[in-house]
């Protein structure tokens, strides 16, 4: 097991030393006096490769990091790193933390709780992408520091906290969609090989339409006619901008850029890029089983009402909410032929965990994680996730970051996955929506037709559509 030495960490014999912190001595009930770090044990990616723990313990184990308060002793901060990983000049107390260009969270439940561990979260509790790549930010005129002429608006783009409940199935749904369409590209580039002539193919998986890829005889493509997801066909379903592949890259990222918390895989094995004397501040394994407690969050549920009244308004609701066109995008569900989340995916980026990294994948069955599920006539699972996983032009109205996250135009937003939503408030991506009539009508750009056919309901239509909203929670039970 990896061991991590720490230049503060302070034993007792005869009288203090500095002394090297193991991971391996840190167990639970071990009796530590003084401050110790918040997460006792770290476990390796090996040992779960070789079976050593069961998927609950591993979840357990995922759940206590999702939790924890990170602390000096744990590696908390990066003094010397901005949050993309470049160099900064060092910041210490009182300057380690800053809640625009961060770290700006101790820990990962700080943000995600509502309505339960693993949820959405306030307004108070807003990030500011982008701008971690900038070494400090406060307004005080240093170029350096703070980027050219920056003001609150155009330093980072305001998101809300997304949940993760769900995400599991959500991460699955993306794989396959993402292998469908490599799948139809690879076969109109061997036809356009063959054939001598440009072969076009259009890009359609799961009921979505992406556009279409033209493949040249000599191997090169033009993807100008690609929509809704990168030219590299990858479907990236977490962050609001459909910017992140998997739980794997989004638990990287967000470690070090909130809290300043390096993994194995970000900054390389028994090395301190951030320079705060503490190497391996999160194993491979630790990430891995960060990754399956958020994969096995349950997936949302629709509940019920309690009146006759309300019931009767939800089914009115819902067929209103088809007939104004709103399941174009929100498509109520997606089919999804495997329930085995295997962990790592596919399409991991290459400074995270990927499959040619392990001996032995992580196979999860996620059943157990969603109820009533119904099946297509093909035997595919059908996901309600009242999302097509695809970025859509959503007009000037949402047209509001400065910075491009991951070079995604600004008008482009991820199809909100609205199973749950009503349990994470307020809404949109920057939470400026405190009601979800609100939200609807911010809609612009290709839900333009929509927006406005809400807005020409009448007063009880308007009601019965948002009742039938209201009923896409999160079980917090």
Not at 62 to 86: C, V, W, Y
Not at 326 to 342: A, G, I, M, R, Y
């Amino acid at each position: 097991m990896a061991r991590r030495w720490a230049l503060g960490c302070l034993a007792v014999a005869l009288s203090l030393v500095a002394a090297g912190c193991s991971d391996a001595t840190m167990e639970p009930g071990a009796g530590v006096i003084g401050e110790e770090p918040a997460v006792k044990r770290h476990i390796t990616q090996a040992d779960i490769e070789a079976g050593e723990y069961t998927l609950e313990e591993l979840v357990a184990h995922g759940r206590d990091i999702f939790m924890a308060s990170f602390n000096t002793l744990d590696g908390a901060g990066r003094p010397e790193q901005h949050g993309k990983g470049g160099p900064r000049k060092r910041r210490e107390m009182p300057d380690n933390f800053n809640r625009i260009s961060a770290p700006d969270a101790n820990a990962c439940m700080a943000c995600h709780n509502l309505p339960a561990l693993g949820g959405g979260g306030d307004n108070a509790v807003n990030v500011f992408l982008v701008a971690d790549s900038l070494p400090f930010v406060d307004f005080d005129g240093d170029p350096v520091e703070n980027g050219p002429n920056q003001t609150l608006k155009t330093v980072g783009d305001e998101r809300n906290t997304v949940g993760m409940f769900g995400s599991g199935f959500i991460e699955l749904l993306a794989r396959e969609m993402t292998s469908d369409m490599h799948a139809l590209r690879d076969a109109g580039c061997l036809a356009a090989a063959d054939s001598g002539k440009p072969a076009t193919v259009e890009l359609v998986t799961k009921g979505v339409s992406f556009g279409s890829v033209t493949c040249l005889p000599d191997g090169s493509l033009d993807a100008s006619a690609v929509e809704g997801v990168d030219e590299d066909l990858i479907v990236r379903p977490f962050h609001q901008k459909g910017a992140v592949v998997s739980l794997r890259e989004f638990a990287n990222n967000a470690t070090i850029q909130h809290h300043g918390m390096l993994s194995i895989e970000q900054a390389g094995e028994g090395e301190d890029p951030d320079v705060d004397g503490y190497v391996n501040e999160l194993t491979r394994g630790d990430i891995t089983a960060l990754v399956l407690f958020q994969a096995t969050l349950p997936a949302p549920v629709q509940v019920e009402p309690e009146t006759q009244a309300e019931r009767d308004a939800v089914v009115y609701g819902r067929r209103l909410f088809d007939l104004i066109g709103c399941t174009q995008c929100h498509k109520p569900t997606l089919p999804l032929s495997s329930l085995e989340f295997v962990e790592p995916g596919p399409f991991n980026p290459d400074n995270d965990l990927g499959p040619d990294d392990v001996a032995v994948s992580y196979v999860v069955d996620l059943s157990p994680f969603i109820t009533d599920l119904e099946r297509d006539e093909e035997g595919n699972h059908l996901i309600p996730v009242f999302t097509d996983l695809k970025r859509h032009d959503m007009g000037d109205f949402l047209d509001n970051d400065a910075p491009l996250q991951n070079g995604i135009p600004t008008r482009l937003w991820l199809t909100r996955k609205l199973w749950g939503f009503f349990s994470e408030p307020p809404f949109l991506h920057h939470g400026r929506a405190t009601l979800i009539s609100e939200a609807i009508l911010a809609h612009g750009g290709e839900a333009q037709t929509q927006r406005d056919a809400f807005e020409e309901l009448s007063d009880y239509d308007k009601a019965a559509l948002t009742e039938f909203l209201m009923t896409l929670r999160i079980d917090a039970g």
